[in-house]
């Protein structure tokens, strides 16, 4: 993922939404294809299981929203430990969140204001001993987020105010989601 795409989530999570930010990436990518529930494999507890696919993706955008706002703290709070991200992101992206938070902190650059997100469609709930991946759609609206320099002139790079982003994350629960992958989608959409 590159840097600006990092900034934009970053921005919404900063990291998704935050530094989870679309700009960087190349081109639209395919749509995802849904995909049934797994059920080849163990499934979980029933205590952990969504009761509708509208509930999974609302558990699925507030986790990005989680790691955005923390994102922001801590681009806003050089002070702060980059381990906050520990429970909210993994892998890959947990690096390129944390790796993105440095660069705007040598930069001396703040985040103001927000990205709304908008959950739009539960690609696929995948269960696998007690753990599940969920993979969603989720349209951004960058029209109120600022990256503000130094000197407090607007850094926030020029493109599209709305964008949709396909994510993934993982856990035991809804609350425990951790965002894994952010790719962008599609650029220069109506979230409405």
Known sequence: MGRPMLARLLAGAMATAAIVTVSGCSGEQPA???????????????????????????????AVERLNETSWQLVNDPGRDLGALDDLASGTYLETTKDGIVKFREDNVTIEGDIKLTGQELVYEKWVDGSVDLQFIVCADYSNFHRKKPDGSDATAGGAKESQMIVTVEGESATSLKVSEVNAWKHDVDCA
């Open 32 to 62: 995802p294809t849904s995909a049934p529930v797994d059920t080849t494999t163990s499934m979980p507890t029933p205590a952990a299981t969504f009761a509708s696919d509208e509930e999974a993706l609302a558990a699925g955008v507030a």
